[in-house]
């Protein structure tokens, strides 16, 4: 069945970068994008960004732009989403999804079990 | 403040029918049809309730159903179960700015 299975919690503290990575199973990695949506503590759900099945293509949340950075590595079905510059309205649970080849379909039927990134000094 | 403007709350009463509102702007619900929902419930990852307006994904009850006029999409539960009772967020392409935009999202409490 597909899989997408995400990196462990981490603490960062104000201007450090985080990685967080995805590995997906269960399906031809290379036929799927891949989506980020990250959720703060309490509020609602806030797309980041989508990639292309071979890393070849991105796009990016307008107000997220100049910090993330969103990569794939195929040889292990593995996505990362990279964030620079926290600040403490950056700690929120990551999600990483299995999204459409193309960016414009918003159909994510499958989900990563999230990610909790804190950003605390 | 989200792209996406949907009711903070609603509630309905078992074996009642809701319906919850999702507004948008001609660069996005408007023009395309490309809207999805999604169901929340407390520490879990979302799950896909409705693609591309009105599709129901395998799996998803016929309890549940989506469709657009204009500039707003909808997303009807009828038959309201216990276990409805969750956060509902919708979804949609949108040509200027940020490619994918969410609604702030909507807490489903089943009396």
């Known amino acids: 069945q597909v899989q997408l299975v995400q990196s462990g919690a981490e603490v960062k503290k104000p201007g450090a970068s985080v990685k967080v990575s995805c590995k997906a199973s269960g399906y031809t990695f290379t036929s799927y994008g891949v989506s980020w949506v990250r959720q703060a503590p309490g509020q609602g759900l806030e797309w980041m960004g989508w990639i292309s099945p071979y890393g070849d293509n991105t796009k990016y949340a307008q107000n997220l732009q100049d910090r993330v950075t969103m990569t794939t590595d195929t040889s292990t079905s593995t996505a990362y989403m990279e964030l620079r510059g926290l600040r403490s309205d950056d700690t929120a649970v990551y999600y990483c999804?299995?999204?459409?080849?193309?960016?414009?379909?918003?159909?994510?039927?499958?989900w990563g079990q999230g990610t909790l990134v804190t950003v605390s000094s | 403040q989200s792209a996406l403007t949907q009711p903070a709350s609603v509630s309905g009463s078992p074996g009642q029918s809701i319906t919850i509102s999702c507004t948008g702007t001609n660069s996005d619900i408007g023009g395309y049809n490309y809207v999805s929902w999604y169901q929340q419930h407390p520490g879990k990852a979302p799950k896909l309730m409705i693609s591309?307006?009105?599709n129901r994904p395998s799996g998803v009850s016929n309890r549940f159903s989506g469709s657009k006029s204009g500039n707003t999409a909808s997303l009807t539960i009828s038959g309201l179960q216990a276990e409805d009772e969750a956060d509902y967020y919708c979804t949609s392409y949108a040509s200027s700015g940020t490619l994918v935009v969410f609604g702030g999202g909507t807490k489903l409490t089943v009396l």
């Open positions: 591309d307006v009105s």
């Open positions: 999804t299995r999204a459409h080849a193309l960016p414009h379909y918003c159909n994510y039927y499958q």
